[in-house]
């Protein structure tokens, strides 16, 4: 008999089940199959996210660390702030708050006159979040707020606010440059004049660093990606046996874009019981898990002529692994 997750459980994953299940339907009876990135992030998808962050293979994290760790007087100058005029510091997927906290740091010793809003998926990232700023910045306001990003959108134009939303961690290199676009431009639609955004973005650069970043030796990233198959064996009740599914990253720098596969070693059935089918698999058959698009100039220019935005500023690492764009309304 498979046990499927209690409902106390899903609740606090904050997951709908209505909509996991058919989302994980949608991917898994396409003809080129895929499933959602942003169900990665349970409880232990979290734990295994915060490893990545500090595998040596992923520069990511660090190269955007640098630039908060050196260069936040630069953004901070670049959002024109005044420390009379009180701003929302709104961030999108704030995960553990690791760069903004160099950020909230400057801005609190500043005195700047702001409440710091993270709004993420994953409750429990919001939790850790807040435990841990109210620890070392017991004076900073913070209002969390759980939610997918497109929901949290529309309650941003409720006031008239002035806003700086943090957009970091190349988050947006999860979604296609349309689906980009199309978040963009929303974003822009909701916000005032003389608003910013702050956005993180990898930049192109050759496989052979990139792609390590997605394949790394203790195999944590594997994990990462089977974790949602173990996700969906729990919750749905489903009987993927994780050892017939190999990670498979690919990545070109001509196209610029990460593509995480999860390949079939051999044909199989998987069983879904809440959604009450089968799904089959031929052997090297590919389940594209996640893409990570890196960017450049003329790439986010593209995207953001769709949009209000334009870029005011743009600061990078020492290596130039990394940017974050300064974006104004
Ligand atoms: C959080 C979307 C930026 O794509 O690099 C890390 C997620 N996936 N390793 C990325 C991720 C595999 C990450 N983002």
């Known amino acids: ?47 295994l996210f915060v490893k990545i962050m500090h595998l040596p293979e992923y520069y990511v994290t660090r190269a955007e660390h640098e630039i908060f760790k050196t260069k936040s007087q630069t953004i901070i100058d670049a959002l024109q702030l005044n420390t009379d005029i009180y701003f929302e510091l709104i961030e999108l997927g704030a995960g553990d708050g690791l760069k903004t906290k160099e950020l909230l740091r400057e801005l609190n010793r500043l005195k700047y006159n702001f409440d710091y809003i993270p709004i993420d998926i994953s409750q429990n ?35 008239h606010k002035p806003k700086v939303i943090l957009f970091l961690g ?4 999860n979604m296609s440059d349309d689906v980009a676009a199309n978040f963009m431009s929303k974003i822009s639609d909701n916000l005032q004049k003389k608003d910013k955004l702050l956005l993180g973005v990898d930049l192109i650069k050759p496989a052979s660093i990139v792609l390590p970043a997605y394949n790394d030796s203790q195999g944590i990233t594997a994990a990462f990606n089977l974790n949602l198959l173990e996700r969906i064996n729990i919750e749905l009740g489903a009987n993927f046996d994780l050892q017939y599914f190999e990670h498979r990253p690919e990545y070109k720098e001509s196209d610029g874009i990460a593509k995480s596969f999860l390949v079939s070693t051999k044909a199989q059935k998987v069983y879904i019981t809440l959604i009450n089918k089968s799904f089959d698999f031929y052997e090297g058959e590919k389940i594209l898990m996640e893409i990570s698009r890196k960017y450049n100039d003329t790439i986010l220019n593209m995207i953001l002529s769709k949009t209000n935005f334009v870029v005011k500023n743009r600061v990078t690492d020492s290596k130039a692994y990394f940017a974050n764009y300064v974006l104004e309304r």
Request: hydrophobic share 30%; glycine share 4%.
């Open 1 to 47: 008999m498979i046990e499927t997750k209690n409902i106390e459980n899903i609740e606090n994953d904050n997951t709908n089940i209505d909509y996991f299940k058919i989302e994980i339907d949608e991917g898994l009876s396409a003809i080129e199959k895929s499933l959602p990135s942003k169900y990665f992030y349970d409880k232990k998808g979290d734990a």
């Open 125 to 159: 990232a919001l939790d850790n979040l807040e435990k841990d700023l109210n620890k070392e910045m017991p004076s900073l306001p913070i209002k969390t707020k759980q939610g997918e990003y497109f929901e949290i959108l529309e309650s941003l134009n409720n006031n």
């Open 170 to 173: 190349s988050n947006i290199g």
